[in-house]
């Protein structure tokens, strides 16, 4: 297999991670020279990936935007198209395009510590030619979904439905909802964000769901966000509006979790005043779960409320007996009609893209291994992975995530090691989940990921501003932290 290109730093994944991390890297490690290989022909990872109707941001840009790059639109929630151009003019004003490789599916990643480098095998999605690439630091910003399929339950009687069935991560341009009666199955943050989209050309969509969801209506528009833009310099008001955000959002997940009774009281009938009075708010709106066990979705406008309201959309909660040649019969037995289905099902994950890690001639299973810092994976050195909040924006971590690297790097270089590496010391850590919540595709996937103690820095905060301070300023030394030097004798320090 042919070794393509050496480079110091290698990001695998360009959606907002991997972007993200590039601008860092130029930004603070300038000397570095670095690659992204990207498996898809575009970048914007999920955002190329998704097409479906209404597809937009789960959190408010200006925490979901880069910290480097202000969010200009008015607009607080952000369609695909529109976060898609934002990634991409963010990587023509630093001249990150030019450093992206389209096409190359990574597979497997060997470390030799005689070397102190990475090789990379990555397969080449148009010829499936395979190559390598070596790199002295190896940055996987892959997110943690399966871009290949989402998760599609085995419903029995699929094959007698006479109208066509979609998973919304196989959405393409052919699918006809205009005048269509539709069923979508599922309660989360997709279905939210199909159902006010589908409902403005269907005949009717109907939401089956086994259990309810907190949804809460916010305005789509920032009014102070756009009062400071028209009086303060854009960078200055930017970040007024973002710690203003990231502070309510700390704020609403601390109350949610110390007073979730009250919490769930709040949004409850806050869900009960978007829909009136007569509307059976307790079956449909009243989670049995406690607020933030599972993600809050988020109604921009209260189209998703709208829709309800205007009866072009209903919601039915009841369990799946079958489908059927109509449509679907509920375990109550009414039968639900439909032209078309859309099982927003939920996802499947896969760490690393399914990326497979060895050490010296060694396998790693990296579901054995102990989430540094919610970043590093114990006894693989040189390797960072780029992992963002459950319960807060996703760049408000990575772009920390990046920034931690590249103090690691410049550490690295300053006293001449070439190795690092964290180490589980002393007596041993109790294993704990890495991912926080208790969602279907995460329930799903946990066996996959690292495993977390109650320790730092085996754990992280999950809280921006305490992150802030332990991956922003803290310092990068720590007892469990192994250097080395690439010499005759290396030493550990």
């Given amino acids: 297999m042919p070794v393509e290109s050496h480079v110091d730093v290698l990001i695998v994944g360009a959606g907002i991670s991997g972007i993200g991390a590039a601008y860092h890297l130029q930004d603070k490690c300038p000397g570095k020279t670095y690659l992204i290989v990207e498996r898809r ?23 979901f935007g880069y910290s480097f790059r202000p969010w200009k639109q008015p607009e607080v929630v952000a369609s695909g198209d529109a976060i898609l151009s934002y990634l991409r003019e963010t990587t023509e004003a630093y001249g990150i395009d030019e450093r992206i490789r389209y096409g190359l599916h990574v597979m ?4 030799s510590s005689r070397d102190a480098q990475w090789t990379v095998y990555a ?16 940055f996987m910003c892959a997110g943690y979904y399966d871009y290949d399929e989402g998760y599609a339950p085995d419903f029995e009687g699929t094959e007698r439905f006479a109208g066509r069935i979609i998973h919304p991560q196989n959405w393409t341009d052919d699918v006809v909802y205009e005048e269509q009666r539709i069923v979508v199955i599922g309660s989360g943050a997709t279905a939210v ?17 086994r259990s309810p969801t907190y949804v809460v209506a916010k305005p789509g528009q920032d009014r102070v966000a756009n009062w400071l833009r028209e009086r303060l310099p854009e960078r200055f008001a930017y970040a007024i509006t973002r710690w203003k955000n990231v502070l309510y959002m700390m704020f609403m997940y601390w109350y949610c979790r110390a007073k979730p009774d009250h919490a769930k009281a709040l949004l409850v009938r806050e869900a009960r005043k978007m829909l009136g009075g007569d509307y059976d708010v307790e079956t449909h709106f009243t989670p049995r779960y406690k607020p933030w066990d599972q993600r809050v979705c988020l109604d921009p406008d209260g189209d998703f409320f709208g829709a309800i309201r205007s009866g072009c959309a209903s919601v039915v909660t009841d369990e799946i007996d079958c489908f059927t040649e109509k449509g679907i019969r509920t375990a109550s037995g009414e039968e639900l009609e439909a032209d078309l289905i859309i099982t927003a099902t939920g996802l499947e ?10 050490v010296d ?3 790693i299973n990296l579901p054995d291994t102990f989430a540094y810092k919610g970043m590093m994976c114990s006894d ?23 920034e931690y690297v590249c103090r690691l790097l410049n550490h690295m270089d300053s006293r001449g090691y070439a190795c690092c590496c964290p180490r589980v010391k002393g007596p041993s850590l109790e294993a704990e989940s890495m991912l926080a919540l208790s969602a279907g595709y ?3 996937g946990r066996h996959k990921f690292p495993k977390e103690a109650s320790v730092a820095p085996w754990r992280l905060h999950q809280n921006y501003a305490l992150d802030v301070m332990a991956l922003r300023y803290a310092s990068v030394k720590d007892d469990v932290m192994e250097f080395e030097r690439l010499q005759a004798n290396p030493g550990h320090v």
């Avoid at 397969?123 to 190896?138: A, H, I, P, Q, S």
């Avoid at 994950?349 to 060895?358: A, M, P, Q, Y």
């Fill in 380 to 402: 693989v050195p040189n390797m960072a992975l780029s992992l963002g909040y459950t319960n807060a924006s996703w760049t408000l971590k990575s772009d920390l995530t990046a």
């Fill in 361 to 363: 001639g060694k396998p």
């Fill in 442 to 444: 995460i329930e799903r």
């Fill in 108 to 111: 497997r990643a060997a470390w």
């Fill in 193 to 209: 964000t199909l159902i006010p989209e589908l409902a403005k050309k269907a005949a009717h969509v109907t939401m089956l769901q």
């Fill in 349 to 358: 994950l896969k760490f690393l893209g399914g990326l497979e890690v060895e």
């Fill in 41 to 63: 022909q575009n970048l914007g990872g999920t955002w190329d990936l998704f097409r479906y109707p209404g597809i937009r941001s789960d959190s408010d840009m200006y925490t």
């Fill in 123 to 138: 397969r080449k999605e148009d010829t499936g030619e395979d190559v390598g690439v070596t790199c002295n630091f190896l």
